[in-house]
T-cell receptor, first 113, second 112 residues
Framework: QQPVQSPQAVILREGEDAVINCSSSKALYSVHWYRQKHGEAPVFLMILLKGGEQKGHEKISASFNEKKQQSSLYLTASQLSYSGTYFCGTEGGLTGGGNKLTFGTGTQLKVEL | NAGVTQTPKFQVLKTGQSMTLQCAQDMNHEYMSWYRQDPGMGLRLIHYSVGAGITDQGEVPNGYNVSRSTTEDFPLRLLSAAPSQTSVYFC???????????FGNGTRLTVT
């Protein structure tokens, strides 16, 4: 089943903060976060793994609550370049199985001056 | 490194025609996958591979075939195109199951 992302859309003024949530109905091994600009390919932001390991960009932070099967992406001091659609991708199971991600439907974020 | 290269960038097919979407990566990644992206649906997994000679179905495999004869290439075949296959197709690769996906630039396919 597809993870549920919230909010569906958000508009920020430059410098404001935002939180994007991703919730799954099944136990998760990993959560990925990607950003996609219009007409372009998704770009990697963060991986959060069962057990606490995280890999990603220094300026991006995220959390992974394994018990609640939820992840949140924290965008602080937003810049115009943060605009785009944010997707979470999840993989279930105890050990993962090949990066077979199930993606949410996305959160559209727009940063304005 | 070129990364993940997809060809063609755009394609128009008539219903019933077949074609192959090409995907190649030069990063020596073992894991490769195909996703389709439709408005409001996010990315949905079509097929994936964990190494040369090994493929398996994803969420929406019907109407598509794949093969993985080399580590570098992972072509996606549309057997008999249908209007429901109009979509943007992304190929992705990763080093292992705990690594980020690297996406190609996509193929925009229209079936009339």
């Amino acid at each position: 089943q597809q993870p549920v992302q919230s909010p569906q859309a958000v508009i920020l003024r430059e410098g404001e903060d935002a939180v994007i949530n991703c919730s799954s109905s099944k136990a998760l091994y990993s959560v990925h976060w990607y950003r996609q600009k219009h007409g372009e390919a998704p770009v990697f932001l963060m991986i959060l793994l069962k057990g606490g390991e995280q890999k990603g960009h220094e300026k991006i932070s995220a959390s992974f609550n394994e018990k609640k099967q939820q992840s949140s992406l924290y965008l602080t001091a937003s810049q115009l370049s943060y605009s785009g659609t944010y997707f979470c991708g999840t993989e279930g199971g105890l050990t993962g199985g090949g990066n077979k991600l199930t993606f949410g439907t996305g959160t559209q974020l727009k940063v304005e001056l | 490194n070129a990364g993940v290269t997809q060809t063609p960038k755009f394609q128009v097919l008539k219903t019933g025609q077949s074609m192959t979407l090409q995907c190649a990566q030069d990063m020596n990644h073992e894991y490769m996958s195909w996703y389709r992206q439709d408005p409001g649906m996010g990315l949905r997994l079509i097929h994936y591979s964990v190494g040369a000679g090994i493929t398996d179905q994803g969420e929406v495999p019907n109407g598509y075939n794949v093969s993985r004869s080399t580590t570098e290439d992972f072509p996606l075949r549309l057997l008999s195109a249908a209007p429901s296959q109009t979509s943007v197709y992304f190929c992705a690769s990763s080093y292992d199951l705990n690594s980020p996906l690297h996406f190609g630039n996509g193929t925009r396919l229209t079936v009339t």
